[in-house]
């Protein structure tokens, strides 16, 4: 069992455990200290706003009456048994791949915890250019976002075997 954590992508459960931990903490405290839509300005183009989502990305089905929060569930805690498969089939000299699925582990519980226990996302990250808003997202989007990012990288930094094979057949 302990070299199924040291040979694999299992390895970086530590990285998956702290970003859903600073999720969690960061999702707790806007919620504990702001109102809901309560907005805050960080910065001319990023501002701290409390909102729920009871969507998916970029309020995905938020207005669709209460069954998207099964099925967002339900999607979320499929894709993390997924991920956590592919962490440990993950070689651990694979590093960006291990990470970025520990990432999306991550993003996935993170947001799976609030659906489950709330019935929404929290989300409050939010970014602007004038009066242009980019939708509110979280600590789990973003690691959602970056582990999806480092797993593009590294389809172009360790092509498949099965793309080896078939080039050095020709």
Not at 30 to 39: D, I, K, N, W
Not at 73 to 88: E, H, K, R
Not at 141 to 163: K, Q, R, V, W, Y
Request: proline share 2%.
């Amino acid at each position: 069992m302990t070299n199924l954590f040291k040979n694999t992508g299992l390895r970086w459960l530590w990285l998956t455990l702290l970003c859903l931990v600073l999720d969690q903490v960061t999702k707790h405290w806007v919620a504990g200290s702001m109102e809901l839509y309560q907005s805050i300005t960080v910065f001319p183009f990023f501002n701290i706003t409390y909102v729920h989502n009871l969507g998916a990305a970029f309020s995905f089905l938020a207005d669709q009456g209460g069954w998207q929060r099964w099925f967002f569930t339900v999607i979320a805690a499929v894709a993390s048994v997924l991920f956590v498969y592919w962490l440990a089939k993950t070689p651990k000299d694979n590093r960006n791949l291990g990470i970025a699925f520990a990432l999306l582990l991550s993003g996935a519980l993170g947001n799976l915890i609030d659906r489950m226990l709330l019935g929404y996302v929290i989300d409050f990250l939010d970014f602007y250019v004038g009066s242009y808003h980019w939708p509110a997202f979280n600590v789990a989007d973003s690691a959602i976002f970056i582990g999806a990012a480092l797993m593009i990288l590294d389809s172009f930094i360790n092509p498949s075997e099965t793309n080896e094979v078939s080039s050095s057949n020709k």
